[in-house]
């Protein structure tokens, strides 16, 4: 990321695939502007690599900030900085599991070590959802009433923390219609940011983005892990 851009760079073996690329980008960061710096080179297509390169593409969203993508031949780049070690090692662990021969991943992460406020915020929030969860009434953005106890806790953390931004990510499984599920998740984020803002918390440092099912954190061939990718998340900077 560069600002509010995600930029994309290196050889593609045809105009068709960066296409997909800037296509699936966009779906996937759609509060993001995406430069596409790629270009086609004289490239073999491997067979299967569109495809690593679609998955590879949810990672980008666990970087804090400077998130981008570099693609020579089969070889990935992922550039980001991420809070910790501990984070370097699962995104680099990840990447390296799933870009196995005849593709190869190459590490450029960076850790910076955020500061206290934005910490002392995460493990607020992080504290309140270990406890409780945001859920709304099914196949619709209404709150249920556990979901605004639990948004309660949450917005008397944030107003502690005045300095900093906070984006509210709406998540769903890979059930139903693509388009549904993109504006589902929007409604939900802009649910939860709407109730924030109600209870106090400046609504100038609320952000709602809607992933739709671009971003799942586990599989979503069980019903256990739909479930887990049916989610809303919380980002503090």
Request: without cysteine.
């Amino acid at each position: 990321q560069e600002g509010g851009a995600l930029v994309l760079s290196g050889a593609v073996a045809s105009q068709e695939a960066m296409d997909a690329l800037v296509q699936r980008a966009r779906r996937t960061f759609p509060n993001l502007d995406i430069v596409n710096n790629m270009q086609v080179g004289e490239l073999d297509a491997v067979e299967g690599f569109q495809a690593k390169l679609f998955e590879v593409f949810p990672f980008l969203g666990r970087f804090r900030s400077g998130a981008g993508m570099d693609v020579d031949g089969t070889n990935v780049t992922l550039n980001g900085v991420v809070f910790s070690d501990e984070e370097k090692a699962a995104i680099d662990a990840d990447a390296e599991a799933l870009l196995t021969a005849p593709f190869s991943y190459t590490s450029g992460i960076t850790v910076e070590a955020p500061s206290e406020d934005v910490v002392a915020a995460m493990n607020a929030i992080g504290e309140v959802l270990n406890e409780q969860t945001v859920e709304f009434a099914t196949g619709t953005s209404e709150l249920t009433a556990s979901s605004r106890a639990t948004l309660d806790a949450i917005a008397a953390n944030l107003t502690a923390y005045s300095e900093l931004g906070i984006t509210v990510e709406g998540h769903t499984d890979n059930t139903g219609a693509q388009e549904t599920n993109d504006t589902l998740s929007q409604q939900r984020a802009q649910a939860v940011a709407g109730y924030l803002a109600g209870q106090g918390v400046d609504a100038t440092r609320i952000a709602a983005v809607g992933y739709g099912d671009a971003r799942p954190i586990a599989s979503n061939a069980t019903e256990e892990g739909r479930a887990a990718n049916r989610r809303v998340a919380f980002r503090v900077g």
